[in-house]
């Protein structure tokens, strides 16, 4: 018999399994943690909110507000005028934010929870305070332990941020 070089089906099988370890492992690194997708939501809400305050500041008699989604998706910017109708960014883009969808897919699966149900809209004053605000949002993952608090300086618009849990 004639010696054909190759390799044996162990050897290919050894091979499949190792690569198919490497690849299950390298995907859920890959995934972002739950923490990250978190953030990921509280920064864009974040610059959301420096956007509705400029806008307001531009327009005085007519403020922007921020108001969260009833289904706890996401938000949206609007002026007071028009608070049905998302604001269009400079961009082109309309301030009309779902969590999980376009630019914030990342945030996939986030939910936003105003700390007062009556209050889920952030209203502006002419110089850049806030007017009307819940006490609290918070940012969570309903499937996870890891949650993001926002509450509002009510003299200068800022928000701050802080993470309650471990």
Known sequence: MK???GYTLIEILIVV?????LAALGMDLLRPRDEERIAGAVRMFAQDVEWA???????PHDPASIRLLEDETGWMVARNSAPTIAMTASD??????VLGEGMS??????RLVSSD???????FEPFGGVRTSPASIEMFLPDSD?????TFNESN???QVTWPNP
């Open 3 to 5: 010696y054909r070089p």
């Open 157 to 159: 618009g800022s928000i």
């Open 117 to 123: 149900t009556d209050e889920r809209q952030i209203e």
């Open 105 to 110: 897919a990342s945030a996939n699966g986030v």
């Open 17 to 21: 399994v190792i690569i198919s370890t």
């Open 53 to 59: 305050r400029s806008a307001t500041l531009s327009m």
């Open 92 to 97: 082109g883009t309309t301030m009309y934010r």
């Open 146 to 150: 890891r949650k993001c608090l926002i």
